[in-house]
């Protein structure tokens, strides 16, 4: 790093530190936790052969970020690549803060060789979730990690502390280079099947975990891959779980489970088999060819090493997962963020005021392969749209841009945003006509997963819909030729990124912004621009806030 941009980072760390400083004592704000990652090239190994990967700090995956419900978190992230890098926070709902998303169309990418220090809170969250590169195809090379947020002490959690708290990061992995994969894409070509599964950046039988007999583990378990859904299980052990993004279950036992791309699940397990060695197996779901690794899981008195064929589990059945998915509920009387039970807000016995219904398009677009949604296919603009809504910037995106169901025409290209008003609850189904699952994700909110099933959801799929105990969540999978259904209470003004969490269809213009919108200015329904926010594209020039600024 150059001295003096060394020096002009650590000044500003001073300023944000003195800043925050200040604020917490005259204002009682709630803990700080500070960050300070350096993101770089780097070889990694995960499949046996050499390549190129994304490291922060120099690690692969990127360490992971410990917090408790309410802290702020202080992250200075300098790009040491040569192109510019963003990271978003799967699942963290940046509360009245939209500009901290990190996707493109609310923040400005950080150049090379420049930092940017991310300023979040996890305001009323609990759980476990992850953060990823956003831009172009970063995500195929790494600088991901877990993210998890502890109850405060007085809240109460529906089971024991456990001897260990693990997060398991499990994802497809391909041995291209991202920037040969983009270039695949940008060919107007689909990315190839791809070269293996990891466990925490490590192939077959790299990833080892240690525990002692008869005690009872965590796992946080997050696909941050490319695409394909997957299948975890540790061989002749059961998993209970016990929280789903944020929400605490039923705690219901499975012998595997399928976590779909972009989800996260939080499982215990208690090992209570004979001390050896067992196999904690990930394999690939809806595929001709499963795909498939292994970690050890060893007893600390072990007596023998794992030997032969792992466990099998699940490949192609569909009614196995949609069964399973039906399975998983809230657990209406513990504590969720605060000492009120979940179940005490019914969100079944509100009336929706709208109905979106979201239904993937694909075709060629100037020759080229594209993916929309509604029959647009997004396209970045020079100028985030969430900045420019804020400076009042004409031209960047179309307002309304996109319908808020499918018609049936041909797929264009535009910058697409569907603007809803601020306390609108919202259904929103997601019709997939494809034989092949899909997986969906929503920035800024957790939504309520009230109905999934097969063929063409119409106003009478509403009678088989769970009105009472729903998991809610910020990803949902919609299998095969079926539908899923979520409702939303939009009570976080802001710019939020909807999308598909297949990379390469997001790439390619399977996204759009949901824009929560209200003529009011109050501090209430939401901050203003950050003041140490990048300014690029159109805004480049303007003015935010003072930095010193405590107002």
């Not at 990652?37 to 992971?64: A, H």
């Not at 990271?87 to 500009?99: A, E, M, T, V, Y």
């Not at 090379?141 to 993210?147: H, L, N, Q």
């Amino acid at each position: 790093m150059p001295l003096n941009l060394a020096g002009k980072t650590a000044v500003l760390c001073t300023f944000l530190c003195v800043s925050v400083s200040i604020i917490s004592i005259v204002k009682a704000e709630d803990p700080y936790r500070f960050f300070d990652w350096n993101v770089t090239y780097g070889f990694i190994y995960p499949l046996g052969v050499r390549q190129q990967g994304i490291l922060i700090n120099g690690q692969f995956p990127g360490p992971d970020i410990h917090s408790v419900t309410n802290d702020n978190l202080i992250i200075n992230v300098y790009n040491s690549l040569d192109e510019p890098f963003l990271l978003s926070w799967n699942g963290i709902q940046q509360r009245r803060n939209s500009f901290e998303d990190g996707v493109i169309g609310t923040t400005c990418p950080i150049p090379p060789g420049k930092n940017f220090t991310y300023i979040l809170q996890v305001k009323d969250q609990i759980g476990s979730f992850y953060y990823f590169p956003s831009l172009g195809f970063h995500k195929a090379a790494g600088a991901f990690g877990g993210i998890r947020i502890l109850s405060r002490p007085r809240i109460p959690v529906p089971f024991d502390d456990p001897a260990g708290d693990y997060t398991i990061l499990i994802g497809d992995w391909y041995l291209s280079n991202h920037t040969d994969l983009k270039a695949v894409l940008e060919g107007g070509r689909k990315l190839p099947f791809p070269d293996g599964i990891l466990i925490n950046g490590r192939g077959r039988n790299g990833y080892y975990l240690t525990v002692e007999q008869g005690k009872t583990y965590r796992l946080r378990i997050s696909n941050v891959g490319l695409q394909n859904s997957l299948n975890f299980r540790i061989q002749n052990h059961k998993m209970k779980l016990v929280e789903v993004e944020g929400t605490h279950t039923l705690q219901t036992t499975y012998s595997s489970l399928d976590v779909h791309v972009g989800q996260s699940y939080s499982v215990l397990f208690t090992a209570d088999q004979p001390g050896q060695d067992y196999y904690i197996v990930v394999t690939s779901r809806f595929t001709s060819t499963v795909l498939n690794t292994t970690g050890i899981l060893h007893y600390s008195n072990s007596a023998g090493a794992v030997s032969g064929p792992f466990p099998g589990g699940p490949t192609i059945e569909v009614d196995w997962s949609l069964n399973q998915a039906r399975s998983i509920r809230t657990n209406l009387t513990a504590s969720g963020p605060r000492p009120n039970p979940q179940g005490s807000y019914h969100y079944g016995m509100i009336n929706t005021t709208r109905t979106i219904i979201v239904a993937n398009s694909a075709g060629q677009v100037n020759g080229k392969q594209r993916y929309g949604i509604n029959s647009v296919s997004f396209i970045a603009p020079d100028t985030p749209m969430k900045i420019a809504d804020y400076f009042k910037i004409q031209g960047v995106f179309k307002e309304n841009g996109i319908t808020d169901r499918p018609y049936g025409g041909g797929l264009y290209l535009d910058t697409a945003v569907l603007t809803v008003p601020y306390r609108a609850y919202v259904e929103i189904v997601f019709q997939n006509d494809e034989d092949i699952l899909q997986s969906w994700h929503l920035d800024g909110y957790s939504f309520f997963v009230v109905g999934m099933d097969g063929g063409q959801w119409t106003t009478a799929s509403r009678d088989q819909y769970n009105l009472r105990d729903a998991v809610a969540r910020c990803t949902t999978q919609v299998y095969p030729n079926s539908w899923t259904a979520i409702y939303i209470p939009l009570d976080n003004v802001g710019m939020w990124n909807l999308r598909t969490e297949f990379w390469a269809r997001q790439y390619l213009g399977q996204q759009f912004y949901l824009r929560v919108y209200t003529d009011s200015t109050s501090l209430r329904d939401e901050f203003p621009i950050p003041k140490n926010a990048l300014l690029c594209g159109r805004a480049s020039g303007r003015r935010t806030r003072p930095l010193l600024s405590i107002e």
